[in-house]
């Protein structure tokens, strides 16, 4: 899963790379100081590792993860080229999520590229530059697919999909956008259109405005007005970078102190983990409990596969038990004792939390 971070120069991308992967990147008060790709992998939280650990005692844990990446920050007139603004949409369109970064922490030392700080008109800036850039790309295949004597149906499919993003671009309705049938978006899935991509809008705010719980909720309340139709979540990307150069006792009791339950991060991570659709399954063996993300509604064959492609090919079958039963029953002997494993074959679509192990042919 690749996540792409989206915003405007000066938003605090790499503030936020650097937090989320713990992997130091240039920070700098210009645009267009992160030029190459930063890219980081970042594991899920997911408690029930730890649970499970607890009664298998492996000698490691292996989280689920996730690929961040951070790319140069867009500039006004990025969809004609301006400032690195092909370079960095070409890359976006490899992306299975974007994260819209968008400043709301005023610092005058930090330069504003539009001026002054106003969260939701960057937002909308953000929007339209990402929609231009994929109409050029829409338009120049329309006009091909036109002067072409019809085809294939999949080939009609594909023109009547194109007239109707062609559409909604034209109007910048972003809302009718993000009701696009699965069907149109997976007979465009070839061009990577970024408004068609899920997306989770970040606002990173100061320290203090994050604990001015009036003032977060009047920028949340105003953005859930104007943009019903994305997800919204806040953080300080600052703190949360000093907060990983602590301890975990001294992170915990900072957050407690600032009465945050736990970090933005993490929410973050999770919410771009629900909205790509994938849940988690779960292998144990004598020296390690491994986390593996699949999308939802995928078959155990499949799934085995994502362990080997020896696993899917000579699959028999998958010994299935849900990490809970199998936490309460304190093993996988005693969890097949109680009754709790069951046997499923190819066919079963696996579920969130089921700890498997399959059984396979050579």
């Not at 240039?26 to 645009?31: A, G, K, L, V, Y």
């Not at 806040?234 to 970078?241: G, I, Q, S, T, V």
């Not at 069951?342 to 050579?362: H, P, S, T």
Request: charged content about 25%.
């Amino acid at each position: 899963m690749k996540i792409g971070i989206v915003g405007l120069t000066n938003a605090g991308k790499s503030t936020l790379f650097t937090a989320l992967t713990r992997v130091k990147v240039p920070i700098n008060n210009f645009p267009f100081c992160t030029i190459d790709p930063n890219v980081g992998i970042v594991p899920v939280p997911d408690f029930r590792v730890e649970k499970i650990a607890q009664i298998t005692k492996p000698e490691r844990k292996v989280y689920a993860t996730v690929e961040f990446v951070d790319v140069a920050g867009l500039v006004r007139g990025a969809s004609r080229g301006e400032g690195l603004g092909n370079q960095f949409l070409a890359k976006m369109r490899e992306m299975d999520l974007l994260v819209l970064v968008i400043r709301a922490f005023p610092d005058p030392e930090v330069v504003h590229v539009e001026g002054d700080v106003q969260p939701l008109r960057d937002l909308d800036l953000v929007l339209t530059e990402l929609a231009l850039s994929d109409l050029e790309i829409l338009s120049r295949r329309l006009s091909y697919l036109e002067k072409v004597p019809r085809g294939s149906t999949s080939q009609v499919q594909e023109l009547n999909a194109l007239k109707e993003v062609k559409a909604l671009l034209e109007r910048g309705d972003f809302q009718g956008l993000s009701r696009i049938s699965g069907d149109i978006r997976n007979s465009l899935g070839g061009f990577g259109f970024l408004t068609l991509k899920p997306m989770v809008v970040l606002f990173n705010l100061s320290e203090g405005q994050l604990q001015n719980q009036e003032e977060t909720e009047r920028l949340l309340g105003e953005f859930n007005v104007r943009f019903p139709f994305l997800k919204g979540l806040k953080a300080c990307a600052l703190l949360e970078k000093d907060l990983w150069e602590l301890s975990p006792e001294e992170r915990q009791e900072y957050l407690k102190e600032l009465k945050i339950e736990r970090s933005s991060l993490e929410e973050l991570i999770l919410a771009s983990y629900r909205m790509l659709q994938l849940i988690t399954f779960f292998t144990i063996q004598s020296s390690e409990v491994r986390a593996w993300s699949v999308p939802e509604g995928t078959r155990a064959q499949n799934a085995a596969g994502k362990i080997h492609t020896d696993m899917e090919r000579g699959f028999i079958k998958a010994e299935v038990v849900f990490w809970e039963e199998l936490v309460r029953a304190g093993g996988w002997v005693s969890a097949k004792e109680k009754g709790f494993l069951r046997l499923e074959g190819k066919d079963y679509k696996v579920q969130d939390g089921d700890v498997i192990l399959f059984k396979f042919q050579a």
